[in-house]
């Protein structure tokens, strides 16, 4: 699935890259938060010393910064963005792939977020890294 982005995303993903020196596989913004999936092993350097880089970017772009380390094993991906999760899954029912994710009860706040608004940045990720459709809770 090819991801498009805007001028406005490619000049953040830019930005990024030129601070960090770590290649961005794809950035989204959302509200006041820009997310940033970079190279599997790379999130670290990303990040900086004691967060330095991303406080820079946060600055200059007047947005928080959420950055993800991309995986290429969809279940290990889902690991690396919710840290919370036991055990994951990915299924395939009526052509689309589902991730099936077990969590203990007191992190399932954790996954979902306020009104479940992060679970759907979760799910967007997904989406957009993996062709994953949806994420079931158990």
Known sequence: MAIELDTKTIRMLNLFEN??????IDCFENGNVVYYIVEEGKAGLAIGKA???IKHIE???GKSVKVYEYASDPSEFVKSIMPWVKDVKIVEENGKNIA???INKQDKGL??????E???IFKEILKRIH???DIRLK
């Not at 601070?19 to 961005?24: A, G, L, Q, S």
């Not at 996954?111 to 479940?116: A, L, P, S, T």
């Open 19 to 24: 601070i960090t020196n770590v290649h961005v």
């Open 51 to 53: 967060g330095s880089s």
């Open 59 to 61: 600055k200059l772009l």
């Open 100 to 102: 099936e994710i077990k």
């Open 111 to 116: 996954v979902m977020g306020r009104d479940g």
């Open 118 to 120: 992060k679970l759907k």
């Open 131 to 133: 062709n994953i459709n």
